[in-house]
């Protein structure tokens, strides 16, 4: 017969408290599930992006069995999805959105702003920072011209990643995996008669993109407009965000774009990845 083991006052059904929330079986208030699950969270990293069950107990100090509700609940709410294979998880863009929600609003916007100020002064026109939730881009300021202008983007506006010229860089920095969970298979929507429909394409232009370290969109947003974009990196090299010049064609000709727009959005993008830990590399690999 096996011998219960006496259960402890607790506000929540989770079992017993970890080593690590021991200090807290005390506290009332403290939910124990809750922090449970925010630890299978926090063993994803970039070494391995992609964790079985049995590897995530194994990095919690947790029985093989334990860490299956706690991962079940966090993939049916969108915070982990399965790996090719279909037994290993991953973290998803709604995670992210955990540590995004804390950076675009305090520290990377008020570190962008005058940055985005003073792009639009060299390049007489509009400008944005944005990050990637899922499959959409979500501005988290700007820098507007005065003039009226075609352009009707806001704080807050989202839109297709996959059309605009910062979910491109974005999208560029993503795994295949991601990226094959964001574009798909499927012939894309055009938004004009301009726009790259083909995913294979798209996947070919985003491959180009990374190397050269920026996306060039000429009117497959929005007709008539031209936009430059490059990735904010931080520390560790992962793209947290983007940022861009937008006009329309007659402000931003072929010559202006080349000698003026790329080499000063990449530079306000290069100030902001190293105001984030980022360490440029030279081809050698050294910092």
């Not at 402000?251 to 080499?263: E, N, R, Y």
Request: glycine letters at 6%; aromatic letters at 6%; proline letters at 6%.
């Amino acid at each position: 017969m096996v011998q219960r083991k006496q259960k402890q006052p607790s506000s929540n059904e989770a079992g017993p408290p970890s080593e690590e929330t021991s200090s807290s079986a005390k506290d009332p208030y403290w939910v124990d599930a809750l922090a449970q699950g925010l630890a299978v969270l926090h063993v994803f990293d970039g070494d391995r992006p992609a964790l079985t069950l049995p590897e995530i107990a194994a990095r919690l100090g947790w029985s093989r069995t334990k860490p299956f509700r706690f991962v079940h609940t966090l993939e049916k709410l969108g915070y982990l999805t399965r790996d090719e294979s279909g037994r290993a998880f991953r973290l998803t863009s709604m995670s992210m959105q955990l540590g995004f929600a804390y950076l675009s609003r305090v520290p990377l916007v008020e570190m962008a702003q005058p940055v985005l100020d003073r792009l639009r002064t060299q390049v007489g026109a509009s400008t944005h920072l944005a990050i990637l939730e899922r499959n959409e881009l979500v501005y988290i300021a700007q820098a507007r011209v005065q003039l009226p202008t075609a352009i009707n983007i806001h704080v807050g506006s989202r839109l297709p990643a996959y059309a605009t010229s910062i979910g491109r860089i974005l999208l560029a920095h993503q795994s295949d995996d991601a990226l094959d969970e964001i574009v798909g298979g499927e012939p894309l929507q055009a938004r004009t008669p301009k726009s790259t429909v083909d995913p294979n394409t798209l996947r070919r232009n985003l491959r180009r993109a990374r190397e050269q370290g920026y996306v060039f969109n000429d009117g497959e947003f929005q007709e008539g407009i031209r936009s430059v974009a490059a990735p904010i990196l931080d520390a560790r090299g992962n793209a947290v965000a983007g940022i861009n010049a937008t006009a329309t064609s007659y402000v931003f000709d072929d010559k202006t774009v080349s000698s003026l727009v790329i080499p000063a959005v990449c530079n306000a993008a290069s100030e902001l990845s190293r105001s984030l830990g980022y360490a440029e590399r030279d081809r050698d690999g050294a910092a």
